[in-house]
Each structure stands twice: as C-alpha cells, then as structure tokens.
C-alpha cells in the first residue's frame, strides 16, 4: 500500500527546513531546491505542496508569526483573565512580552528568521503585508497590556498609553535587533533587566 502522509505535518517539516536554510544561509539561498534537500526531499515532492518559490517563503513566514502568537496567547488568557487566580501581573506581562525576545535558542532562531524575513519585505511586496500585520499584532499586544495595567490601578496617571504601546514596542524591536547581531552584548538577562525597568518605570509609585 503507498504510503499515507499527513499532508499539513508534511508541509510543516517544509517549513521547518526553510528556517535552517534562513538562518544558516540567509534567504536569497532559500531555494526549492536547497529546501528541498534540507527536508531531506527532492523538488517534485516540495512542489506538491508549494506550486512557488514565493508561496512557500509566504508560508513560512506565516507558520513563524503563528507559532509566536500562540505562545502569546497562552500568557495572555493569564494576564487578562479576571476570574483566574491571583498572579504576579508583572512577572507575567515579562514573561508575555518576553516571546518576542530571543531568550532562548528556539526564540533566537525565530528572531533571526523573522529578521530575514523582514529585511526581504522591503523590496518583496509577496511579504510586506504579513511584515506590516505583525508590526500591528505587537503594537496591539503592548497597548493591551498596558490598558490592563491601568484597569487594575498599576499605571502611573497621565500615561499616553497609544506613545507608550509604541515605546514598548520599539524597546522589544530594539532589544531583538540587538541580540540577534550582538547576542554577547546583548545577553538574555541583560534584555530581562532592561525589560523589567522599563516596565517598573511605568508603574504608579
């Protein structure tokens, strides 16, 4: 009998392989064919799920933001919950804002990826839209999280919250850049402190 595949966990190694390639040789060298290889598959079978090059780059990039999203939705059900337990909000808006900082190996491939991505929007119209609704999902992420914290009375008064969501944004854009080319300077626990007094600078005193 020929073998089952499970079409979308197929398309997800796919993806997967795009990331290697990315990020070890930088998109411009991710082609079909190199992406091929990397999954360990030859072309034909890649265009059987990919018809294009620029679908299967557009793919990739939206498995990468989706991937992100959930991790975010998980602290966020916590943070915005007003039935659940009592919680440390500080700690957890860290920990919320923390996935879009490469804190880890897994998080600082994404933020290496995400950047090539990014950087090809420029002059790839194929991927300035999904560039442009993450760089809106974030900003609506901060803005959240800082309506939140002026609802429970932790925000110091006379706050912009649309400039502040804006700032924290751009500090986490900031911060990413950062590790992502200067990971020895720009260490984890250097972007947790820089995070965490950013965040206590905006508390009321």
């Given amino acids: 009998m020929p073998k089952i595949v499970d079409a979308e966990a197929r398309r997800q190694e796919i993806a997967e392989a795009v990331f ?73 808006t860290e920990r919320l804002l923390g996935e879009l900082l490469p804190l880890d190996d897994t998080r600082r491939a994404e933020t290496e990826v995400w950047l090539a991505f990014t950087a ?3 002059t790839r119209p194929e991927l300035a839209g999904d560039v442009t609704r993450s760089h809106d999902e974030i900003r609506a992420v901060t803005r959240r999280v800082l309506v939140e914290a002026r609802r429970m009375g932790g925000l110091a008064d006379g706050l912009d919250l649309d400039l502040e969501a804006e700032r924290l944004a751009a500090l986490l854009d900031g911060l990413a850049m950062a590790a992502a080319t200067q990971p020895g300077r720009t260490t984890p626990a250097l972007m947790r402190q820089i995070l965490r007094r950013h965040l206590s600078s905006l508390k009321r005193q």
């Fill in 20 to 92: 290697r390639v990315v990020r070890r040789d930088g998109l411009e060298q991710a082609s079909l064919r190199l992406v091929a290889a990397e999954a360990g598959l030859v072309v034909g079978s890649v265009r059987h799920y990919f018809a294009t090059h620029d679908e299967l780059i557009v793919f990739a990039m939206r498995t990468l933001s989706e991937r992100v999203r959930k991790r975010l939705l998980v602290h966020a059900e916590r943070l915005l919950d007003p039935a659940g337990p009592p919680v440390d909000r500080l700690e957890l």
């Fill in 120 to 122: 090809a929007a420029r």
